[in-house]
């Protein structure tokens, strides 16, 4: 079994709408992060929790909110979806002595 | 100057080719860096950490140049299946700082 998974792994969404994007792991990393990829683009990160307790705002995290309910849980939510916000998105965990990340395989999400 | 740069390329090579990567980082406290290997539409996954004195695994060797802030990747022998785009990752140790990505460097490996 994957060690870091995400659902939905595809997602097609109206604007205006709101939606939940999760993430779980089963590493028992503390540290977990929300990325998103457009095309061209490298990732950029949208929030990152360092443990259940420490939420924080990544470089663009307008638009965005998460819930951290579990050291195994982290999900995104877009509150109210609109067409720039069309994108890949990551979920990762870090951990070791050297913070490696291991990311989820992605949700391709499509606003309309 | 952003905090890592690669130069996104494409970088078209030949099968058996050697082929290297740059990546530059801004911040000289910084203490783990990666290479990490990314398929097309697909998740970033760990090619291969970098250490002080350099490292080889098969094909790939990564080295660190901290006086100068840059990492390099070299493939030898390059395999079709090498195509892919490769992430310079930097992570500063030591309290709540996060981990940086570079945008990629493309590469293709042409029959």
């Known amino acids: 079994d994957a060690d870091v998974t995400q659902t939905p792994r595809n997602r097609i969404t109206k604007t205006g709408k709101r939606i939940m994007l999760e993430c779980s792991q089963t590493?028992?990393?503390?540290?977990m992060y929300w990325y998103r990829q457009d095309p061209g683009l490298g990732l950029r990160l949208i929030y990152y929790?360092?443990?259940?307790?420490?939420?924080n705002k990544g470089e663009i995290s307008d638009g965005y909110s998460v819930s951290r309910q579990a050291q195994a849980k982290f999900s995104l939510s877009l509150e109210s979806a609109i067409p720039n916000q069309t994108a890949l998105y990551f979920c990762?965990?870090?951990?070791?002595?050297?913070?490696?990340?291991?990311f989820g395989p992605g949700t391709r999400l499509l606003v309309l | 100057r952003k905090e890592v740069e690669q130069d996104p390329g494409p970088f078209n090579v030949p099968e058996g080719a050697t082929v290297a990567f740059n990546c530059t980082y801004s911040?000289?406290?910084?203490?783990?860096f990666f290479w990490y290997r990314q398929d097309c539409r697909k998740e970033p996954k760990l090619l291969m950490s970098?250490?002080?004195s350099g490292n080889e695994d098969g094909r790939f060797t990564a080295q660190l140049n901290r006086a100068s802030q840059y990492i390099s990747l070299l493939i030898r022998d390059s395999k079709l299946s090498d195509s892919a785009t490769y992430l310079c990752?930097?992570?500063?140790?030591?309290?709540?700082?996060?981990?940086?990505f570079g945008t990629g460097t493309k590469l293709q490996v042409i029959p």
């Open positions: 929790s360092f443990d259940v307790k420490d939420i």
């Open positions: 970098v250490y002080s």
């Open positions: 990762a965990t870090s951990g070791g002595a050297q913070e490696t990340q291991y």
């Open positions: 911040n000289s406290a910084s203490q783990s």
């Open positions: 590493k028992g990393h503390d540290r």
């Open positions: 990752v930097v992570n500063p140790t030591g309290g709540y700082q996060k981990v940086t």
